[in-house]
């Protein structure tokens, strides 16, 4: 039988490594901002070693177009949040370690928070804003930064901090300005073979595991390129410059005033961010023609009326844009905002454009913010809650069936040790959209007439109900079929798990039969 020990046995015999770097690797705490190309081979290496604690931001959902390069994701999971998702597939590969979810955009306002916490940081972003913005943060407080970035056939992998010399080379050291809109294209443009971020996302998981355990030389104050077609590598030294220290913030104060979106072009004082519901109120009231400047074959697609120009055509299409007030959309956010700068810019005569803030992706989060309904409840579910919620459906006249789970904690014997407790937790954001299709699957698979499911988060103790699963159904047949397959696929689908507690304080992951 396998050992816990197992897991990192082939650290252990590695010749500078051994139970000492596990250690370090086990002590750890980093800091990855940006889940998806990059992100994902980073997230599963530094899992897989064993960093004790790892932290996920990413505001961003999985998308069709991802899936070409962030592996760690699946057709079925288009639409749910990157970071939430990964945190799921990390705790998966590895419940020893510690994972949070960090799935608000990470902004002046809450940048400086967010790295203290933190002993490393890695930059497996892809736009320009977020890279100065974590840039500064993590020069203002000394924090070591390993950088990555693609493009088509070619990556970069550098670390910035302090260098033997004790000065920190920064990111703009290498990159004192941001360069122009549309100078550098990224990857929605120019595009990016999907291997790449792979193999760069694999360097910089190494460099991470470098810079913790003291084994080999790390990249600190260096930068390097690799071409994936032809395998040639050129390794820079960089060097502080003058101007580096004075173009960047003084303090925490001086960041969190800078608009660094302004800073890299990505804004510009004379467009309007829409929010989703002004959006769709003014193309309900006529007020815009909306334009989707996103590729053909990204989805979903929108419900509403609107003319379809991808970024990647705007400027040899500007002038079928009619002279309306005109609001641009996309995925996420940013490229729209490049079409009404690349709008601004050739069309100086029209009306100024709009964007809507967020994207696609923040109109499915209003819809789903107003339908999803919360199954969770704190602490065990109490017997006279359950009663009342069946009274209440005496009134119904036209039920005719209701089938009722109830799940309690039962005493397992496990090694000799009575279980005492069962503390559940969950990704509970996940959770309730998982929850939410099957809901709507179940609906429209059986003619009910409703559906209650409760269950609990937090210590539980035997003897408890953990569980509650009600369908109501004009026939016995729906109603038992439905709740007995609700209750398989809340076992089976939703990320909750369950620690087995014993009389004696120790604990064992629960396994679900």
Known sequence: MEQPNDRYSRHFSLSGFGKAGQEKLLKAKVLVIGAGGLGCPVLQYLAAAGVGTIGIADHDRISLSNLQRQTLYTTAETGKPKAITAAAKLAALNPEITITAYTEEVTTSNVWHLISGYDLVVDATDNFATRYLIGDACYLLQKTLVFGAVSQYEGQVAVFGLNDRGHYISYRDLFPEPPSPGEVPDCNVAGVLGVLPGMIGMMQANEVIKLITGIGESLTGRLLMFSMLTYETMILELSKTKDSEKLMPKNREELEKTDYQWLCGWSHPEIQALDPEDFLNKIKNGKITAIDVREKEELPVAAFTHLHI????????????????????????????????????????????????????ALIQKKMNGEIKNIFRQGAIDPLFISESIAKHSAKKEIGAHSIFLGQIREDVVGGKPVAAIEYTAYEEMALEKMHQIREEIFTKYNLTCMHIYHSLGMIQTGEICLFVFTSSKHRVAAMESCNELVERIKKELPIWGREIFGDDSHQWKINR
């Not at 609001?327 to 490049?338: E, I």
Request: net charge positive; proline share 8%; glycine share 8%.
């Open 310 to 361: 991808p970024l990647s055509r705007l400027e040899e299409s500007i002038n079928e844009i009619p002279e309306t007030e005109i609001a641009f959309f996309c995925q996420g956010g940013n490229r729209s905002l490049k079409a009404a700068e690349i709008f601004i810019r050739l069309r100086k005569a029209s009306p100024k454009p709009s964007h809507l803030k967020g994207g696609i992706l």
